[in-house]
Structures are given as C-alpha cells and as structure tokens.
C-alpha cells in the first residue's frame, strides 16, 4: 500500500469502478482490504466489483489445461484407453450437483483449445452439452461450423436441441446449422419419407461432413434423458436393455462394445448415422457424474472417444471397471 494514493467514489463511478478494482486487483496485486481502503469503499463493494468483472467478461480467469492433463489420473485414462487426451477436474468434497457443474465448467474451458478454423463439429444434445454451451466464453473461431446431430424433442429441462447448437455456435462466433425434424417418428415409413425430402436429405449429408463430435453418452436408466425427452419409452428402453443395450448416444442405443443395436426404434430416428461418427479426428465425450461410467465406456470401446472430460471419482472408477 505505501504510495498509493487514496482515491474516493466520487472521482469514479458506474462501470468505470468495476474496471479499476479489476485492474487493481489483477495487474497491480492488491488485496480486497487495500482496494477498499484505497478507494475508500467497502470490502463488500470490491467483492460486488470483482463479481461483476468476471460476469460481464471485462476479466476472464482460466487455468491451463495442462495443470488437468497431464497428472496421474488424467494419464492414466489416456493410456488405459487408448485416448488423445483426457481432462480431469478435482472433486473432494464435491456432492453430484457440484461435480456435475465442475466437469461441465472444464469442458468450457478446454473446448475452444481443442477447436481450429475450418472444424465442423457435430454437436449431441442434453443437459450436460445445454450446460456447456451457456458457460463457455465468448470467443472466435474463423470458420467454425456447429451442427446439430440428430433432430429435437421437447425436454423436461426446458430447452431443445436447437438452442444447445444455436447457443454453442453463437458463443464461438460460428455458423450453426440445426437439424429441422424431430428427433424420433411415430412410423419407420414416415422418418423414411422425412428423410428423402430435399431439405432433410441436405442437411443430413451435411452432418456426415463434421471432422469433430462434442456429446456426453446417455444411460439406460429409467430417468435417462432419452426416456425424459420423449425419444424412448419405457418399453422401448425395457427391450433394449434386454438385448444388451448399455448407453445411448445420439438418441441410438449401443452394447457393452459400442457396437449400435438394431430395434425398434432405429428405423424411426432421425439424426447422423453411428457409423459416422467412429473415427473422426476427435471425439470429444464429457462424463460428468459416477452415473455414467458404463455407458462412457461403451463409448470409448465403440471407437467414438478420443478426449474425455471427467472428474477425478468418475476416472477412479472408470479405472477400476474397465
């Protein structure tokens, strides 16, 4: 504090405050009770200040992604999986609830890192992707296409598949290209006829086109997000599970080996064929809870995988089950 002169409120005001307790803060480091005394404010008010800097962008905090990838957990699942990378978020302490917003904070933060000009990502749906497209910041990335991967139904979640892809895109400043159909049909003869329609045909070529695949793997829960959005029925689900069925990915179900199995929903479902989407330059999956361990490592087994964002339990156990 020695040779800081006092400053009071008076001599500065509204957004101009925020930005000099910002700068204050971060570029000159001094502490909340310094900025007070030198601004003649109270430690609330920096608090409120600082607060307010990180919301409306004027301070964006990260850490380097290096400090989640490259420690014992995190290199453990890259080698035992055969992945690129896996990126692992600390959890002691942490309920579901907070490990859930964890691991979709360091997805938002990895992501743009993992993103070059000219990728088309292929974008699944839920609330896991929902989640990330609200709390990633707002960057660009020159020539970025964001495609919606299989079509919309309503969610007890309050949002659609659109507004994950719409969201997403407008975040990294790329273009979006959703998919105009629901998600499932009543009648495999309908989805088929859907399909062959010159504005569906067109954009279902198009997904076939994305070189990267952002997605979070449903289960076979009755609670799943498939069963919540209307996709499958309980029945459905039943019959699936009784054929093997161990995640769900892109509204389509998958065993144990990431192998698709063919029921009675596959001729109904419109969206990205499975096959499409093995093998891609990435496959980037983000497994936020202990909930998901199975059906993510289907996932990995199938050949979708080859970054994965996780926790540190949710890679503990993955260790051990695999």
Known sequence: MAGTKRRTTGQISGENVVIEV???????????????????????????????????????ISLRAEAFTTHAAALGLARRFGLSAAYVVPDDGADAEARFHRVVRGAADWLPGLLAAGDRLGLAWGRTIYELAETVEKTRIDDLSVLQLMGSMATPYGFTA??????????????????HAPAVLTRGALAAALRDEPIIHDQLARLETCNKFLFSVGTCLPESHVVGAGV?????????????????????????????IDGPLEPRVIGIPLEKLVGLEMGIL?????????ASLAAIRGGYVTHLVTSLAVAEAMLAAA
Request: net charge negative.
């Open 22 to 60: 910002a700068w204050m803060y971060y570029q000159e480091g001094l502490n909340q009770k310094e900025i007070a005394e030198c601004l003649g404010v109270s430690r609330a008010t920096v608090v409120n200040c600082l607060q307010e800097a990180r919301e409306t962008g004027i301070v964006r």
């Open 162 to 179: 659109e507004a994950c892809s719409t969201r997403l895109a407008h975040h990294l400043g790329a273009c979006c290209y959703n998919l």
């Open 232 to 260: 499958a029925t309980l029945d459905d689900l039943h019959w699936y599970t009784e054929h093997g069925a161990k995640a769900v990915l892109c509204g389509r179900f998958i065993n144990a080996e990431g192998r698709g």
């Open 286 to 294: 983000i497994t936020p809870g202990l909930d998901k361990v199975e």
